[in-house]
């Protein structure tokens, strides 16, 4: 059986369960977290706050922690993120294929050029083609990209969007598979009528009502007001608008909400 290695910069709650899965159907997977173990409690800056998930982030699957030696660990640029040891890290793995999410991080980046044609380089991320990007900045990040992908051999595409993106940076469709993003079905199919109902008693939502949900950041790119519009235009009795989440917006989107 061919040793599967996911190189991923920290644990994320709407993957877990994803390695955990992979985990069950392919054993022999690893999945090596480039931040560090700082990440496991890290403060988001579009959050605004620590975030620490309530769900076991690290169970069921193998994982090693990679020291991190940039001088600014995080994702926010491309020195964030300098792993020393993770090309002798993955050969002391043994690893057959490789499955990376994203690129942007000279660690992320130097695996991709160092492996590419030695072992085989699967990708995963969900950048499009858009936000509206001046020409000449356009013409210039397109040869950089294809630079880039041209050391992938396959890349999974999360939407058409996501799909359009790859073709734009020079993948071939024999190279695209088709992987959306996915959710722990078992947890959100078992019976949550007993908490529902407590919530909706909470926020004074009657059983009977509707409720659209918007569950994420408060931020500009996300644009919350665009959904609070359309509920405000809505000819409608019993129906409910629900925010979750933390950001910039928040404040505002309070005032406007009330």
Known sequence: MSKLAIITTHPVQYYAPVFKRLTQVHPQTKVFYTWGTASIEKYDPDFRKVIAWDIPLLDGYDYEFLANSSARPGTSHFRGIVN????QAINNYGAD???????SWQSHLQIMRHFAGKKKIWFRGDSTCLD??????????????????SHVDLAFYVGTENRKYYQHVGLRDNQLRFAPHAIDNNRYSSNQKDESRRIRKELGISETGTVI??????????????????????????????????????????DRSE
């Open 84 to 87: 020393p040891k993770i090309l």
């Open 97 to 103: 294929i490789l499955l990376i999410y994203g690129w």
């Open 132 to 149: 509206p990007i001046p020409q000449l900045k356009a013409f210039f990040r397109r040869q950089l990209l294809r630079w880039v992908y």
């Open 213 to 254: 949900l918007f569950a994420g950041k408060f931020e500009p790119k996300k644009d919350p007001f665009v959904l609070l519009d359309a509920f405000e235009a809505i000819q409608g009795d019993n129906i409910f608008l629900l925010f979750v989440g933390n950001g910039m917006l928040e404040a505002e989107l309070k």
